[in-house]
């Protein structure tokens, strides 16, 4: 009776109201709050999905994932390097659509999986062990706990076995760390079924990452040189990884690595300097500053050496540290796996993208000469590039050794600190020069890495030993008690060469 008495409009009006009511207070549940980081990580103000009635996703982030999912279907196509600009604006269109996919799990993963794979061919999800917005795959279900969510992945091939045999074991039986391993390598012509079988009798819980069954096209020529590390990272069942060159040395146990280093819980990246060099040519900045173009600096890159004063170098990629669970992140990985992929650089042991040959005439940017050694620039840059925060240990690498006056230090290890300044990692294995000989270096003392030009010191190149840095004084390393666990340290690695002599292994130390 009461309906027949109002009017078509006051009726559709009435029953709107009626149904706004309705689903505020009755099928919509209290909006879950918004983790800061997700606003902080992601940088694109997405907020948490307003829980609607079950079966239907959240309108707001619907939208947005609609939105980049049309930027992208209008904008995918073949990239050359000479327009990373490009690709690295429609990368953040990507961790828009992943970040609305991740956030509201009624939204179909699909759509992005197919535009990831019509930019990058080489680029399965169904074959990722591990994604930040699904693991409804077969491949995520078979393999990896949650209670494995970090875990430590090695580079490693049949000329550094060894090497790589002394970190695990240094890993495990020095300095007590628990956390899964993964030997990362491109088939058995990489590492043999020989030297996965003797790395992996070393240790408990270690597994191997055969990385050709998820990336085989072959034109991405990852079998040689360090183009397959952020691959490595991609195929890694963890969420959380440690990636590791095979001649890195922990000094401490890198177990809680994500919980107790701050810019790393802040970002989900945690990256180290090298050693700030400026004597040599063809900075990074030179090649850099045409790229970003318009777009500002962020506060690390304003930071850094490199971009302040020209050092030549920025980034050592011997301990790699990246949170997969965030996509800005993940999809940063992607984006430097892509410039490691071969038709990227032809030679996978040029310097970083190969040299000026590489590149059409009219190129611009135009990288003319050497400018970085294998991937280690690529991880900050493509972070940089996706307007993704990430994080570098501020000290650049010092050094570590016998000191050969009262302010240097001479040798091939770099050494690199944590948050707190204390002596962390070491690059170049123990051995005093390990593309020479099985000789274990002396290590007594080690040295601070610069912090400015002119600074604190300077760095000199030798042919042997390889480098000298003429700056702080050197450090004794029983003043902090590490005099000892270096003494642990090599005894271990003693008994790994005895085992592999005894076991017939043969090096032929030759660079990876």
């Known amino acids: 009776?009461?309906?027949?008495?109002?009017?078509?409009?006051?009726?559709?009006?009435?029953?709107?109201?009626?149904?706004?009511?309705?689903?505020?207070?009755?099928?919509?549940?209290a909006f879950p709050a918004t983790p800061s980081s997700l606003v902080v990580s992601y940088g694109y103000g997405v907020v948490a999905p307003f829980r609607t009635a079950s079966g239907i996703p959240d309108p707001m982030i619907k939208q947005q994932a609609g939105t980049a999912r049309r930027e992208l279907e209008e904008t995918i196509e073949p990239v050359e390097f000479f327009n990373l600009p490009d690709l690295a604006e429609r990368m953040?269109?990507?961790?828009?659509?992943?970040?609305?996919?991740?956030?509201?799990?009624?939204?179909?993963?699909?759509?992005?999986?197919?535009?990831?794979?019509?930019?990058?061919?080489?680029?399965?999800?169904?074959?990722?062990?591990?994604?930040?917005?699904?693991?409804?795959?077969?491949a995520q279900q078979a393999e990896g706990t949650d209670a494995e969510t970090t875990g430590i992945v090695i580079s490693v091939g049949d000329n550094n076995v060894l090497v790589a045999g002394h970190l695990i074991r240094t890993l495990r039986h020095v300095l007590k760390s628990t956390l899964p391993i993964e030997l990362a390598f491109y088939g058995d012509k990489d590492l043999s079924q020989e030297g996965q079988e003797s790395l992996m009798a070393l240790t408990e819980n270690i597994t191997p990452l055969d990385v050709s069954k998820v990336f085989p096209d072959p034109d991405l020529r990852l079998d040689k040189g360090c183009a397959l590390k952020p691959f490595s990272l991609l195929a890694s069942r963890f969420q959380r990884v440690i990636l590791v060159d095979a001649d890195v040395i922990f000094m401490r146990n890198p177990d809680e690595v994500f919980e107790t280093q701050p810019g790393l819980v802040e970002t989900g990246t945690l990256f180290w300097h090298d050693r700030a060099i400026d004597f040599l040519t063809d900075s990074i900045r030179d090649w850099l500053q045409p790229v970003m173009g318009d777009r500002k600096p962020s506060a690390m890159l304003q930071q850094s050496l490199m971009w302040k004063e020209n050092a030549r170098m920025e980034m050592e990629s011997g301990v790699v540290c990246m949170d997969k669970g965030r996509p800005g992140i993940f999809l940063s990985a992607v984006l430097a796996a892509w410039m490691n992929s071969g038709d990227i650089r032809p030679d996978p042991y040029d310097q970083v993208w190969g040299t000026s040959s590489s590149f059409p005439a009219s190129c611009t940017p135009s990288l003319h000469t050497n400018i970085a050694t294998g991937d280690k620039e690529t991880y900050w840059i493509a972070t940089e590039l996706t307007s993704t925060p990430y994080h570098f240990q501020s000290e650049y690498a010092g050094t570590i050794g016998t000191p050969s006056s009262a302010r240097s230090i001479c040798g091939a290890q770099a050494a690199h600190t944590d948050s707190t300044g204390a002596l962390f990692w070491l690059s170049n294995s123990l051995r005093r020069d390990q593309y020479i000989s099985r000789e274990l270096g002396v290590f007594t003392h080690w040295q601070h890495g610069m912090v400015s030009f002119p600074g604190n010191g300077s760095w000199t190149r030798h042919d042997e030993p390889r480098w000298c840095l003429d700056g702080a004084a050197p450090v004794p390393l029983s003043e902090s008690g590490m005099d000892s666990v270096m003494e642990a340290l090599l005894r271990e690695a003693r008994r790994v060469d005895h085992a592999f002599d005894v076991a017939g292994w043969k090096e032929d130390f030759q660079p990876r």
């Open 1 to 29: 009776m009461l309906l027949g008495t109002l009017s078509f409009p006051r009726l559709c009006y009435s029953v709107a109201v009626y149904l706004t009511i309705l689903y505020l207070f009755i099928l919509c549940p």
């Open 92 to 138: 953040k269109a990507f961790i828009k659509l992943a970040t609305a996919t991740q956030i509201e799990p009624l939204l179909d993963a699909g759509p992005l999986e197919n535009l990831l794979r019509w930019q990058f061919p080489w680029l399965d999800a169904t074959k990722l062990k591990y994604t930040p917005w699904t693991r409804r795959h077969p």
